[in-house]
């Protein structure tokens, strides 16, 4: 069996947990929503941030882990994106306004910059170790975003990350038959399908509806990206509209074994 763990699990950090973050292996992680908690010292040897989008809850630490890990880090971290979520995260993130533009400063071994940006082609495939690899694909989010394809021993997981439609996910789906295991975000109650629709996000309603073109394929379904605010009518709302979709609700720590 192959592992992801669960380092941050929710749609926004809060007193109980923290938000979206994967770690896919040693050196590689999904986002960074949620890394020096879970991972303290370990962060210092993080190679690569696959990042999705560029929303807070995604991103946040990205900016701790070059500050408190300076002296310790001797390889540059680099962010992995579409090619506009690096032009956004340059443009209003690492300005030397809200935060230093690492990639203009050098480690603390001189040896290189201690950050990089390289873009991701959709669809393309790229090394995370022996016998892992990724791929990212489209989504439909307020911003440019996408998910990624994580492939480890011929076996896949799909994670969407934030996301209003799922024809980009049920499309992978029936063109990768390794992809066995999905990761979907349910972000907000029923109740506030307006604010959903809005902000490019699933009910429980809206995501069980859109994934019926992928009942009965045996698929495991993890759900991640609950609201805390909203967390038990959620979880409520998920059993009520799962039917026979073998569902398990995440938490931060968990590991997804597939
Ligand atoms: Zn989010
Ligand atoms: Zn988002």
């Known amino acids: 069996m192959s592992n992801i763990q669960i380092l941050g699990a929710y749609g926004a950090k809060s007193a109980k947990g923290g938000s979206s973050a994967f770690l896919l292996n040693t050196h590689h992680v999904l986002d960074a929503g949620n890394l020096l908690r879970p991972l303290r010292e370990k962060s210092a040897v993080l190679k690569s941030i696959w990042i999705t989008h560029s929303h807070l809850d995604h991103i946040s630490d ?20 579409l090619p506009e979520t690096l032009a956004i995260l340059k443009e209003h993130f690492f300005n030397h306004k809200i935060w230093p533009d690492f990639s203009e400063i050098p480690l603390a071994d001189g040896s290189d910059m201690s950050l990089g940006y390289e873009a991701v082609k959709p669809l393309e495939s790229y090394t995370l170790d022996d016998d892992e690899s990724i791929y990212a694909f489209k989504t439909d989010h307020t911003v440019p975003s996408c998910g990624y394809v994580i492939q480890k ?16 996910v049920i499309d992978m789906v029936r063109k990768d038959e390794s992809i066995r295991t999905l990761v979907l975000e349910c972000s907000f ?17 809206l995501l069980f509806e859109r994934l019926k ?10 759900i991640n990206h609950l609201k805390p605010s909203y967390e038990n009518q959620i979880k409520e709302e998920i059993k009520a509209y799962q039917k026979n979709w073998d569902v398990h609700i995440l938490d931060d720590g968990d590991i997804i074994s597939f």
Do not use: C, W
């Open 62 to 81: 990205i900016a701790y882990i070059l500050d408190n890990y300076y002296e310790q880090r001797t390889e540059k971290l680099m962010l992995r994106a």
């Open 189 to 205: 109650p029923i109740a506030l399908f307006e604010l959903a629709k809005a902000s490019k996000h699933l009910t429980a309603q």
């Open 153 to 168: 021993k011929k076996t896949s997981v799909l994670i969407s990350a934030d996301t209003y439609s799922l024809e980009g």
């Open 213 to 222: 073109p992928l009942e009965g394929k045996g698929l495991k379904l993890y």
